[in-house]
């Protein structure tokens, strides 16, 4: 009798043993060892370089810029500064002026305070991208760079360029943002323990695109969970209130709400809608959600998809990262992953 119960003891150990083993390595798939992945980024400062030329030798000055940035030269003063395409001889007056403007020097100034360095933005930069070799090893590195410009984008991205506007984040406090119309909700997210996860989140749209063609709800929310969780792979030690850009207490009010939400969508029929007038406000930044009381949190279809593709990556532990990002149908996404919240 003894041994039988010794026996059953030991099975009934295993079978909870196993069961701690595979939830564990459910919630801990993204917890990689990337020590070993030989990569220490340099992040080029692109201001800096503007700023040290010497207006007595403009042409020299530009043209050893070009040099150095040759892809992202001309996205700085074709987009960023909106000179055109065609801009011939304007590039080397541009630069005059700007070097020689009041307010854009106070801009220059104002980063330079805030970043007189940026070892710590390299590392965190490093190791994000020590992430993203680990699941794309093949893939190539950009060239990572810091600018300023007007106060536009906080990140902008080629194949071969990953650009970081440092006047994005210089505090929410900073003095100049009311003045530009940027509102509170907005101004909340430009802080420096934000810049990484935006300048990911940029690149990671800028590799992988979005379904075309299809202009549902559940397209736009797989696709931007599908980024999230492209977030959650590269930088695993990052709070989701920073990848998502939500305070904790919107966080907790989605994670109170969720089977409402969830239930919403469905008696709404919204998954499969086209209609964006419909649907956007469940996609649009904001304080809060229109229609819902203020202490909402907004972007309820993203903070949704984001958990769908959360738990079909749990749910099918056998599609890597990789896999996910490049695949598409997610209709199939949704069906496999099995989402139906509980309270």
């Known amino acids: 009798m003894p041994v039988i119960k010794s026996t059953y003891f030991k099975l009934f150990f295993c079978i909870i043993l196993f069961s701690f083993s ?20 340099k992040v080029n400062r692109f201001e800096k370089d503007f700023f040290a030329i010497d207006t007595n030798n403009v042409a020299a000055g530009a043209a050893a810029l070009k040099k150095k940035y040759p892809d992202f030269y001309p996205i700085y003063f074709e987009r960023l500064m909106r000179l055109g395409v065609n801009r011939d001889s304007s590039d080397l007056d541009f630069i005059k002026m700007i070097k020689a403007n009041k307010d854009f020097n106070t801009l220059k100034h104002d980063v330079d305070s805030v970043y007189p360095t940026i070892t710590d933005l390299e590392n965190q ?23 300023i410009s007007d106060f536009q984008v ?3 991205n080629t ?22 119309g940027f509102p509170n909700y907005l101004t909340r997210k430009l802080g420096k323990e934000y810049i990484t996860a ?53 966080l907790d ?27 956007s406000k469940y996609l649009n930044d904001a304080p809060f959600t229109s229609g819902l009381d203020n202490d909402s949190a907004p972007q309820l279809g993203i903070w949704t998809g984001w958990q769908i593709v959360r738990k079909y990556m749990n749910e099918n532990t056998n599609v890597t990262v990789a896999q996910l990002m490049n695949d598409k149908d997610y209709q199939k996404i949704l069906k496999l992953s099995k989402y139906k919240p509980k309270k």
Not at 22 to 35: F, G, H, I, M, P
Not at 159 to 180: A, C, H, R, W
Not at 227 to 237: G, M, S, T
């Open 22 to 41: 595979l939830t564990a390595c459910k919630q801990n798939r993204l917890d990689v060892n990337v020590s070993n992945i030989d990569l220490n980024i």
């Open 125 to 147: 930069i490093t190791d994000a991208f020590k992430h993203y070799k680990y699941y794309f090893p093949d893939a190539k590195i950009p060239e990572v760079l810091t600018y």
């Open 154 to 156: 906080g990140a902008t």
């Open 159 to 180: 194949d071969q360029t990953l650009g970081i506007e440092l006047d994005m984040f210089l505090g929410k406090n900073y003095k100049y943002y009311p003045s530009v």
């Open 198 to 250: 935006i300048a990911m989140k940029g690149f990671a749209k800028q590799h992988f695109s979005e379904k075309e063609g299809d202009k549902s709800l559940l397209n736009k929310m797989i696709y931007e969970g599908k980024i999230l969780y492209f977030l959650d792979a590269v930088l695993p030690k990052t709070p989701d209130s920073i990848k998502i850009g939500f305070s904790q207490k919107q």
């Open 253 to 279: 009010w989605c994670n109170a709400y969720k089977v409402e939400m969830w239930a919403n969508f469905l008696d709404q029929n919204l998954l499969y809608s086209t209609d964006e007038l419909k649907y």
